[in-house]
């Protein structure tokens, strides 16, 4: 027991510094992002000569926030729940029913994160590139998918050995 618990404080501490610096980073794109649709705007309805690329570097910005941040927002319980059958359970089942449903997203997670690294190597020996307005290596597109999946793979994790081992609380 005491190396699942020293286990799981390792994961728990270095998961979370790895979210946050990720978290760091998709708050400094959101401002990017934000910079670049404000540019975008003003050279289209002021100086009537739009940036092409802005709204594909949105798209890519986009993407890489969405997948740096979902692992910080599970730590943080902050997706949607839906409770109204879990509400009307005993808590015993409760528990067992929380341990089956992370068990399956763990499961759901790690062949997520496999199938992505998959993708990522096909383009990257292909050498796959995107034709658009910035050309762009294919496989780089996929890393915040298998980055974000790996994260969310290590919480689900830790999430699932709080619930084996009696630290699980119904909110």
């Known amino acids: 027991m005491f190396i699942l618990r020293s286990m799981h404080q390792y994961l728990n501490v270095w998961t979370t510094r790895f979210e946050n610096l990720l978290v760091f980073i998709a708050s400094i ?21 739009p940036f092409a690329w802005t709204v594909e ?18 730590r943080q319980a902050g997706h949607v729940n839906i409770e109204i059958f879990v509400e009307i359970i005993p808590e015993k089942v409760k528990k067992n029913l929380y341990i089956f449903t992370t068990s399956l997203s ?55 050995l709080d619930g084996v081992s009696n630290t699980y609380k119904s909110k």
């Open 57 to 74: 570097f949105s798209e890519y910005i986009l993407l890489y926030v969405t997948f740096f941040s979902a692992s910080c927002v599970l």
């Open 106 to 160: 763990l499961l759901a997670s790690i062949m997520l994160t496999r199938y992505a690294f998959s993708i990522i190597l096909d383009n990257y020996f292909r050498g796959l590139v995107m034709y658009k307005m910035i050309h762009m290596p294919k496989y780089i597109l996929f890393l915040p998918i298998a980055i974000g999946f790996i994260l969310i793979s290590c919480r689900l994790f830790i999430l699932l």
């Open 29 to 49: 794109l959101l401002a990017v992002l934000t910079f670049i649709i404000t540019m975008g705007v003003i050279g289209r309805y002021f100086f009537n000569s």
